[in-house]
């Protein structure tokens, strides 16, 4: 019998509600969610509670028709510790930095019994680490690592509730598994390919945890002066993540700190004997494409091999061509969609009244952190990335002064997850075996 029968989603947030309506409609589970008793997720169970455990996709472009839908959850779990019954397949759409929280406190009844995890936005690290955890309780079960989840989802209303809309779907994702051949593997593809997802199962997890374009771009786009004064300053001007300097970050130098991160990775994974990756051919083909007027053919296919400056030359004129939706349709005065319009998101009261730090760069800072551990396991040097660490630190740290008196969340602590990565390079896992 198939692992994805009995299926519980770990997290209440918009990606656990796209997910149950995919694996009800595509694969007709028995779907349960499990979450924290949250300030946050109050919303979240007193909705699904009046809708008697109904919630719904909807989607913004109808060619994303295949992911919308409404379906009846099975179990409704608030509290990890409060899960009940028997579970094959437990699924993780929580945060990243996450994950051993939550682990802890699923109780080893549930985790001897479930035969597969599935990771839906891991980091570089993440299937490790659970693997270490899951085998200190001599467990055999399947971790399955996607490189990042396939969509943009959001909460319909804007708060916690039962319906979510997804407003982008991307076009390929990668997988990877501990276990080869596996049956979970070929129904988690089959299911994504039914919604238009193209899948890459890749040899091993670590090398599906590498397909995941945030972690080549959200540090030197967040970690740098001008968006962590955007982050943590009061300045009531409105700053974009993705524009040119002075809107955004986006500065030759920002650029040069983006192609020396990747050029370290990339000597991260030469040392564990993993495939490397064309950083610019991995933005525009798996990302978001440029128009062949902006970028050649041939300058996409031959990137990692020129020289550093003429791959910083091809990295800006990349930002560049994605200030506005090259394919978008232009206005009567030639004005295309303003593509690169995200704001940097500013320091928040959440709703458990704590002042917190945005998910972006809050989720980037454990990302490198685990970078930086490996790579110091490794004896790989990177010096831009603890560069990025310390300046995330600086601010961090000085905002948490400015705010002292004031209630601060967890976020605003220096940390050393050494836990974590401890458990992550420990004897045996992928990435204590280098290559000589
Ligand atoms: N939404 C998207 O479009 C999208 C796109 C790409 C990647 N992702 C990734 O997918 C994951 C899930 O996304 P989402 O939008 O559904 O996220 P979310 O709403 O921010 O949170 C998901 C869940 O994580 C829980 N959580 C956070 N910190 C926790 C902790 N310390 N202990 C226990 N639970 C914790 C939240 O609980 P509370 O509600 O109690 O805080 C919530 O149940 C994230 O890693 C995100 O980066 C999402």
Redesign the pocket.
């Known amino acids: 019998m198939s692992d994805l029968k009995r299926v519980l989603l770990l997290?209440?947030?918009?990606?656990?509600i796209q997910l149950a309506v995919n694996f009800k409609k595509q694969l007709n589970s028995y779907v349960g969610i499990a979450?924290?008793d949250?300030v946050?997720?109050e919303s979240f169970f007193a909705a699904v509670k009046q809708s008697h455990y109904q919630v719904r996709a909807a989607v913004q472009n109808e060619k994303h028709e295949r992911m919308q839908g409404e379906c009846v959850i099975d179990n409704v779990f608030k509290g990890y510790g409060s899960i009940e019954g028997e579970w094959d397949t437990i699924i993780f759409?929580?945060?990243?930095d996450?994950y051993i929280?939550?682990l802890k406190q699923l109780s080893d009844k549930l985790l001897n019994q479930v035969r597969c995890i599935v990771l839906?936005?891991p980091t570089f690290g993440s299937n490790s680490l659970i693997k270490n955890y899951m085998s200190a309780l001599h467990s055999n079960a399947e971790i399955i690592s996607f490189s990042?989840?396939f969509?943009?989802?959001?909460w319909a209303g804007g708060v916690?509730a039962n319906k979510v809309i997804t407003t982008a779907v991307k076009k390929k994702i990668y997988l990877g598994s501990t276990r080869c051949p596996s049956g979970n593997v070929q129904r988690l593809s089959q299911m994504y390919e039914q919604l238009d997802v193209t899948v890459e199962v890749m040899k091993t997890p670590i090398e599906a945890e590498t397909r995941n374009i945030s972690l080549y771009v959200h540090p030197p786009l967040f970690m740098n002066e001008f968006s962590l004064n955007a982050v943590f300053g009061d300045t009531a001007v409105r700053k974009y993540v993705y524009k040119l300097f002075p809107e955004g970050p986006i500065t030759p130098s920002l650029i040069r700190d983006m192609l020396a991160q990747w050029k370290e990775m990339m000597t991260i994974l030469k040392k564990l004997n993993i495939e490397s990756i064309n950083l610019l051919q991995f933005m525009t083909d798996d990302n978001y494409p440029v128009r062949p007027e902006s970028l050649s053919r041939q300058d996409i296919e031959n990137f990692d091999r020129l020289e550093p400056i003429h791959q910083e030359y091809l990295l800006y004129v990349r930002y560049a061509s994605l200030l506005i939706d090259p394919f978008s349709k232009p206005d009567a005065d030639g004005k295309y969609f303003d593509f690169s319009a995200i704001p940097i998101k500013n320091i928040f009261v959440n709703r458990e009244g704590d002042l917190d730090i945005p998910?972006m760069p809050k989720?980037d800072y454990y990302r490198v952190k685990m970078i930086q551990g490996i790579a110091n396991h490794l004896d790989v040097p990177c010096p831009t990335m603890d560069r990025f660490v310390a300046i995330y630190e600086d601010k961090m740290t000085k905002a948490a002064q400015r705010h002292a008196g004031e209630r601060l969340s967890k976020a605003f602590t220096v940390q050393r997850f050494e836990e974590e990565l401890q458990m992550i390079c420990s004897e045996g896992s992928e990435l204590s075996r280098q290559t000589p």
Not at 151 to 154: A, H, K, L, M
């Open positions: 997290g209440t947030g918009p990606v656990a979450g924290r949250s946050r997720s759409s929580i945060t990243t996450a929280e939550v839906i936005s990042t989840y969509g943009d989802t959001r916690p998910r989720e």
